[in-house]
């Protein structure tokens, strides 16, 4: 059974950084992509950024891009966040994700991700 566990969520102050881990088992991702998506209240749920498992191409949203940084540790079958410079718009429930199949690229879209996990709270406040 595939699961996808994320931690490193919290409340911070603006300005202020976080890491968030994204550890998977299950079974083997070193081929795949994995990302990060958020959902803020009221709001659909967003790219954030994704990477290739298997060429370590990234890619951030634009809202993001100078701030976060996605990378990964394939020996431990984990993706991380660095988000730095946190503005209270970054609050928002933050979901991992995985896909299947092999990915060569960074997708974007949440329709590709095969497999979700339950999200951590991040809190931004001013």
């Known amino acids: 059974q595939v699961q996808l566990v994320e931690s490193g969520g919290g409340s911070v102050q603006a300005g202020d950084s976080l890491r968030l881990s994204c550890a998977a088992s299950?079974?083997?991702?070193?081929?795949?992509?994995m990302g990060w998506f958020r959902q803020a209240p009221g709001k659909d749920r967003e790219f954030v950024a994704s990477i290739s498992l298997n060429t370590g191409i990234t890619g951030h949203a634009d809202s993001v891009k100078g701030r976060f940084t996605i990378s990964r540790d394939n020996a431990k079958n984990t993706v991380y966040l660095q988000m730095n410079s946190l503005k209270p718009e970054d609050t928002a429930v933050y979901y991992c994700?995985?896909?299947?199949?092999?990915?060569?690229?960074?997708?974007?879209?949440?329709?590709?991700?095969?497999?979700w996990g339950q999200g951590t709270q991040v809190t931004v406040s001013s």
């Open positions: 299950g079974r083997t991702f070193s081929s795949s992509a």
């Open positions: 994700a995985a896909t299947g199949g092999t990915k060569y690229f960074a997708p974007r879209s949440s329709s590709v991700f095969d497999y």
